[in-house]
């Protein structure tokens, strides 16, 4: 049998303080009211009901602050404020126990001069509750809590100016101006870093000794180091632990708060992929097709976004999101997020949506009927690295207004492809590591909208992609091609040529 450790229970009960220091907090704010009725109202309260309150809260607060002690033992606090947090606390606990000593019968039996002392010290109990506890919420969400969002309606009410907010000239409400000119790490990056992982990883709040709040800091890491490797998405620690399940432990952020979405975890791979550069500009680092969508929704004028960024909306997809559908159900997304999808809306103009399994790389045929479950409103759907082979591709074939679709590193084959034929509105296809050979591109020709396919790591060969070409000469075609390989296909076309010369 396996026991656990002295630390491992004191750890275990520390996690309880927040929940044990409420129980002081609430008794001593009711004797304060106890004594407030019994002051203006005829009818008082028992001076036994207040001795057995005040006993209560002696006994609650020695116990939260015991349970604050184990906590504190984890580490990854700042150690003034801590220091301040545990005086304090232990202070008020021994106060309490003033209180309910000066308000004792027996007690006051003995020394009758004590009852004097009990208004005076209850007065600066009420005070140091809450000044202990604005420091325990400085330890857990950090100093600016109260203070960092603005407009203030307090300073409004008390007819003080606001604080000044420093607006980034490259910025208004969010949008940025100029997205060639933005800053990847300081104005996309860093914002995300800000609003869904600061709050536990700041100059006050260290979880896991790491810092998010400065640069040195983040690049440093925590107790078990580094936490990103530039160009690793793999190997890079903070985005394992957002892809973990919201039930997992080491899932980041932690249950309960704000989760990084969709596109943010877009955002942030690109950034790993990229070289996880400081300084550099979103024109410096190349626009996959992931992300490129995405920065054109952050720019705040679509005309200052490079033609790089714009050539990936397709003609298709803009008339079908002219239109509207209905909304997807509420019960719906409750089901996509229970299997570990996403449901992400692609305009505030409308309800269509973008439906995603990434998160999910266990899913599989036998969850398929998922992908159906709104086929009016899915614009775009994303099985990449999924466990999906042929059988799924019959649900895929019902989103009738499908315009992009990522199958890349599944298990598909050139059956799937047959199956995909009714996709009308299929503009983009991503086929990327899969089996699909020179035959299953033969199916592809009935996709009359198709603009652009990545087929790179498949097995369709140089003379599959030409033929193809011939019979889809408007689709533009990502093979991923060497330098040998570009030499070897243009040699190709000047053989071609010359045997066609020479049958003249």
């Not at 892809?243 to 955002?267: D, F, R």
């Not at 005309?303 to 509207?324: A, G, K």
């Not at 159900?329 to 449901?343: A, C, H, N, V």
């Not at 692609?346 to 990434?358: A, G, I, M, P, Q």
């Amino acid at each position: 049998m396996i026991y656990a450790s002295v630390a491992e229970w004191m750890s275990f009960f520390g996690r309880f303080h927040p929940l044990a220091v409420h129980l002081p907090i609430g008794f001593l704010v009711l004797i304060v009211i106890f004594e407030l009725l019994n002051k203006f109202q005829k009818n008082q309260i028992p001076a036994e009901v207040v001795t057995i309150a005040l006993l209560v809260t002696a006994i609650s607060a020695s116990g939260a602050c015991l349970l604050g002690y184990f906590l504190s033992l984890e580490g990854g606090y700042n150690e003034e404020i801590l220091g301040e947090h545990q005086s304090q606390g232990i202070g008020l606990a021994i106060i309490s126990w003033g209180l309910w000593i000066t308000h004792s019968d027996w007690f006051l039996s003995k020394i009758s001069f004590a009852k004097y002392f009990y208004l005076p010290l209850l007065s600066f109990s009420f005070l140091l509750m809450i000044i202990t506890g604005h420091h325990g919420g400085n330890l857990t969400h950090g100093e600016t809590y109260l203070t960092e969002n603005t407009p203030n309606p307090l300073r409004k009410w008390i007819n003080l100016p606001e604080k000044e907010i420093k607006i980034d000239e490259n910025q208004v409400e969010n949008k940025i101006v100029n997205i060639n000119e933005a800053f990847v790490y300081e104005d996309i990056v860093k914002p995300i870093f800000k609003q869904k992982c600061e709050q536990c990883h700041n100059a006050s709040k260290m979880k896991g000794n790491l810092r998010m709040d400065e640069i040195s800091l983040l690049q440093k890491g925590g107790k078990h180091g580094v936490i990103f490797k530039a160009n690793n998405v793999e190997e890079s620690e903070f985005l394992k632990r957002i892809l973990l399940p919201e039930s997992e432990e080491e899932h980041m952020p932690p249950k309960g708060k704000s989760q990084i979405t969709e596109q943010e975890l877009i955002i942030l791979k690109w950034w790993i992929q990229q070289g996880a550069s400081f300084d550099k500009k979103v024109s410096q680092l190349i626009q996959t097709d992931e992300i490129k969508p995405i920065l054109i929704s952050m720019g705040g004028d679509a005309s200052n976004v490079s033609n790089q960024v714009m050539q990936d909306r397709f003609v298709i997809e803009e008339s079908i999101l002219s239109r509207n559908v209905g909304e997807v159900k509420q019960s719906d997304i409750e089901k996509i997020k229970k299997i570990g999808g996403l449901i992400l809306p692609l305009s505030k103009d409308n309800n269509y949506v973008e439906l995603t399994f990434l998160n999910n790389p266990k899913f599989s045929d036998n969850d398929s009927p998922l992908i159906s479950i709104s086929p009016e409103q899915t614009l775009w759907l994303k099985l990449s690295n999924t466990q999906i082979t042929d059988k799924s591709c019959s649900e895929i074939s019902k989103l009738t207004n499908l315009t992009r679709l990522h199958l890349e590193n599944t298990k598909i084959t050139d059956n799937a492809l047959s199956s995909l034929g009714g996709l009308q509105n299929l503009e983009y296809l991503n086929l990327t590591n899969t089996s699909i050979s020179d035959n299953g591109t033969l199916a592809l020709v009935n996709l009359k909208n198709l603009k652009k396919i990545y087929l790179w790591k498949t097995k369709v060969t140089l003379l599959g992609v030409e033929n193809l070409k011939k019979k889809m000469p408007k689709l533009s075609v990502e093979i991923g091609l060497s330098e040998q390989q570009t030499e070897e296909l243009s040699k190709q076309k000047v053989n071609e040529k010359s045997d066609d010369v020479y049958q003249k």
